[in-house]
């Protein structure tokens, strides 16, 4: 399958206002597809449909027709989707009554995704190990995350994300309040992760738009103004607000 997510004619309205009028989008498996878009543009409600979260908000409205991995997001149970299609937000949130360890297990025995303690355990590593923290933590597993930075913070809700093993991830600006460090250390996990999961980013940062991303979509007024390949669009922008997007203007 060559798209995993498509979305016909999606309009989205919260409280009367409308967010996005009927776009089209299509996302390629194992790529990291970039949503840019000035503030209010609506990128975390786009984001909030593929998973249903928006759902939650009484205020949404939501019509079109999306798929996801072929099969109509409505058709799914709101729980199982969610564990294939999982959001990481842009502050961390890492349960603070929890060990590290359960942080991570908690999600992934409730989602069935270990049976045994023994596979459980061996998630936890491999999580931990592809965001780069399992050094970090290996020695405190069983204290809290309170003592943890922002950035270890950040890559241990992403390690959550990953134990659920989905096969997608949205990600909703992971980086904005992160120290450059542990925003390449995230980037890099992101960039190695591609092979076994399809990522939808939502970034302010071109910079990390052009190190990471495969393909962006630029929205603007209820809809997408320019699209295509990172390297074309940041090479040739062609809408004025792709150009003001690269410059920082917005
Ligand atoms: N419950 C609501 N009722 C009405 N409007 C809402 C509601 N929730 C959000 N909005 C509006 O929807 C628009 C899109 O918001 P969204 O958070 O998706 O934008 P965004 O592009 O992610 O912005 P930012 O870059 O600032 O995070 C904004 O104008 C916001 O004010």
Redesign the pocket.
């Known amino acids: 399958m060559s798209h995993i997510v498509e979305a016909r004619d999606l309009t989205i309205r ?4 409308t ?1 996005l009028n009927k776009v089209n989008i299509s996302i390629r498996c194992n790529t990291i597809s970039v949503i840019m ?10 984001l909030r449909v593929f998973n249903r979260l928006i759902e939650l ?1 009484p ?2 409205e939501v019509s079109g027709e999306i798929t996801i991995m072929g099969r109509d997001i409505y058709e799914w149970n709101p729980y199982e989707l969610r564990r294939h299609v999982v959001l990481v937000q842009q502050e961390p949130t890492p349960f603070p009554n929890l060990s590290i360890f359960e942080n991570i297990a908690l999600p992934a025995r409730l989602n069935k995704v270990a049976r045994s303690r023994e596979e459980l355990e061996k998630l936890v590593r491999w999580s931990l190990e592809k965001v780069m923290l399992w050094d970090e933590v290996k020695d405190r597993l069983w204290k809290p995350p309170t003592s943890l930075s922002g950035g270890q913070k950040q890559r241990l809700c992403i390690a959550r994300a990953l134990a659920l093993r989905p096969n997608i991830l949205l990600l909703d ?1 992971p980086t904005a309040n992160i120290d450059p460090v542990n925003t390449l250390k995230i980037e890099e996990s992101l960039k190695e992760l591609k092979n076994d999961i399809t990522m939808i980013l ?1 970034t ?1 940062m071109p910079h990390q738009a052009a190190r990471i991303g495969d393909y962006v979509y630029v ?1 603007y007024n209820g809809g997408i103004v320019e699209e295509g390949p990172v390297n074309d669009v940041f090479i040739h922008p062609r809408h004025e607000v792709t150009i003001k997007l690269l410059e920082r203007v917005f």
């Open positions: 919260l409280g009367g206002k967010i878009g000035p503030s209010g543009s609506g990128k975390s409600t786009l908000n205020e949404a600006e939502v302010h929205l």
